[in-house]
């Protein structure tokens, strides 16, 4: 039995792990409602006896479910959202054990984060993480959600990250980051986006960026759908936007862990995606895409081929990146519910002609099958990708800083902060610098033609 724990930090990171919790247990009750704690829902719960408030292993015959709360740790510095989420119809799943939180902030700075709050939070976080594992049989990897343009989700976020690689460093960590869109209203996020991309290049075994912008072009498209054709969708036209974009990122999470949390034809261990995806260090970007987002009343109207396309359509990237337009280094195709494997490899065999991969990986193709479909879905199918074209996100990202930076416009805030200098920003700024040329360098490259061996 193997176990994953998700580390949530900051206001976004919050959110978008109160979606995932939610939905979680909505797919666990679904799919049985024997009350049963078995190893399934073990994957991402405890089973708490509330007379003692021990932990209830899974045993022979198994134990029935007393008490489930969430393998999470849940992180901020400002207690507003927090204290929402512990008073929800879901926060009885969450221990104050497991919350770490302060009142002031972090201000939008991501040397108040990374510094100031890491270092007085250091010790706080080691522990409550350190309890969560020991409640654990064997975990399995760590999921770290949070944003990339605040101070507290991009500066305590990658600190949290970088104390979860130095104290756990055989754990794989998936971090899932939200990039800012190119309008927001925190003037500072390009330096803030620039630092923790540094960190998270370094510390992350996978990385699944999200974009904002992407994340909020889906939710108007659906807006825009009429109302008698949707039925069950993930992005809800009568609730705020916020909570359809977070479902969407939750939606992401549910299906990269599927494989864990429910039986399947062809089950892929979350492991495996690193294994499989990431051919060198700094390749460890994944561009997740999904299909549908929403579901027609009919599911016959819309033939399964069109599913496997439409994953690789730059309108279902949750990141904004034309991945027909990149080279890919490998990719992954997650299918949950009524499809067979023979469709998943007819339809590989349909895309490799019209997708290009790289001249030395040209079959990386990963595929998973889980029979347990998503809520109210009868199948969906997530994409991985590892793919160049995630240069232009980057290259967005080294404009906007490049524009404050040229002028050393706000800087002071940052190097007011103890510990904190002008070279730890050379430094992200250049390391930017070498991933984007790194990406160009895969772009331009061309197979080597090796010459024969000859008889003497």
Request: with cysteine.
């Amino acid at each position: 039995m193997t176990q994953s724990i998700v580390v949530q930090v900051g206001q976004c990171g919050n959110q978008i792990g109160a979606q995932f919790w939610s939905e979680a247990l909505k797919e666990f009750s679904e799919h049985d409602s024997s009350g049963i704690f078995s190893e399934e829902i073990s994957s991402f719960f405890r089973n708490i006896d509330p007379k003692n408030h021990k932990n209830l292993r899974v045993y022979q015959p198994p134990a029935r479910i007393k008490q489930l709360k969430a393998r999470a740790v849940l992180i901020d510095m400002e207690e507003g959202v927090l204290n929402t989420l512990l008073n929800s119809k879901i926060g009885e799943i969450f221990s104050s054990t497991e919350t770490i939180k302060d009142v002031s902030g972090a201000g939008n700075n991501w040397a108040t984060g990374y510094h100031f709050y890491g270092n007085v939070y250091k010790e706080k976080i080691c522990d409550v993480v350190r309890k969560e594992c020991e409640a654990c049989d064997c975990v399995q990897s760590f999921f770290i959600l949070h944003s990339m343009g605040g101070g507290t989700g991009s500066g305590l976020g990658t600190r949290t990250l970088s104390i979860l690689a130095d104290e756990f460093p055989d754990i794989y960590r998936f971090v899932i980051p939200v990039f800012p869109s190119t309008n927001d209203d925190v003037i500072t996020s390009p330096y803030n986006t620039t630092l923790a991309i540094n960190q998270i290049s370094m510390h992350g075994d996978c990385i699944i960026p999200i974009e904002n912008e992407s994340l909020s072009k889906i939710c108007e498209l659906a807006k825009c759908a009429k109302v008698d054709t949707i039925r069950h969708n993930i992005v809800d036209k009568k609730e705020k936007a916020f909570n359809s974009m977070n479902r969407l990122v939750a939606k992401v999470i549910l299906d990269i862990t599927a494989s864990a949390r429910f039986a399947g034809q062809l089950n892929v261990d979350i492991n495996e995606i690193s294994m499989n995806l990431v051919p060198f260090p700094r390749a460890n970007y994944l561009i997740p895409s999904l299909a549908p987002l929403y579901t027609p009343k009919v599911p016959q109207q819309r033939h399964l081929d069109a599913i496997f396309s439409d994953v690789f359509n730059p309108s279902n990237s949750l990141c904004g990146s034309d991945v027909r337009k990149g080279i890919f280094l490998s990719n992954a195709i997650l299918a949950r519910g009524k499809i067979q494997l023979s469709d998943i490899r007819r339809n590989i065999d349909r895309l490799s002609e019209q997708l290009n991969f790289i001249y030395w990986n040209r079959d990386g193709w990963k595929t998973g099958l889980c029979s347990v479909p998503p809520t109210k879905q009868l199948y969906s199918v997530l994409s991985l990708s590892n793919n160049t074209s995630l240069r232009y996100t980057f290259e967005n990202v080294k404009s906007r800083f490049y524009r404050l930076f040229s002028r050393k416009a706000h800087l002071h805030h940052y190097q007011n902060v103890d510990g904190m200098d002008l070279e730890q920003v050379n430094i992200s700024y250049n390391n930017l610098i070498e991933q984007i040329n790194f990406y160009d360098e895969l772009d331009n490259a061309n197979p080597i033609d090796t010459p024969r061996l000859k008889v003497i």
